[in-house]
């Protein structure tokens, strides 16, 4: 069982970069999708969460309306869109597989992949 953050990189304010989330040896369409970050220094925080069907979307007051999150369950892939980027957004990205659409704590979630970075800056 494998999740695979990617897609981070280094982006100038107010660009996009669009992370995907991959999976091996399971379905990805049996769990919730969350995206969280962790800056350094800080907690991990819960970005973005993505219901099994796709149809429900959670997002953290700092991302909405920059953010979104969408899933191909027949490509067994996850991603989110990150539009107008801003420097607080620098951390290192994860996706995390969990039962619960719309959980909020990292402790909820079952798998965790290894994260991807992404630097806001010019």
């Known amino acids: 069982v494998q999740l695979q953050a990617s897609g981070g990189g280094l982006v100038q304010p107010g660009g996009s970069l669009r992370l995907s989330c991959a999976a091996s040896?399971?379905?990805?369409?049996?769990?919730?999708i969350g995206w969280f970050r962790q800056a350094p220094g800080k907690e991990r925080e819960r970005v973005s969460c993505?219901?099994?069907?796709?149809?429900?979307?959670y997002y953290a007051d700092s991302v909405k309306g920059r953010f979104t999150a969408s899933r191909d369950n027949a490509k067994n892939l996850v991603y989110l869109q990150m539009n107008s980027l801003k420097p607080e957004d620098t951390a290192v990205y994860y996706c995390?597989?969990?039962?619960?659409?719309?959980?909020?704590?990292?402790?909820?979630?079952?798998?965790w992949g290894q994260g991807t970075l992404v630097t806001v800056s010019s």
């Open positions: 995390a597989a969990g039962g619960v659409a719309g959980a909020l704590r990292p402790y909820e979630y079952d798998y």
């Open positions: 993505i219901s099994r069907s796709g149809g429900t979307t």
């Open positions: 040896g399971f379905n990805l369409d049996d769990y919730a």
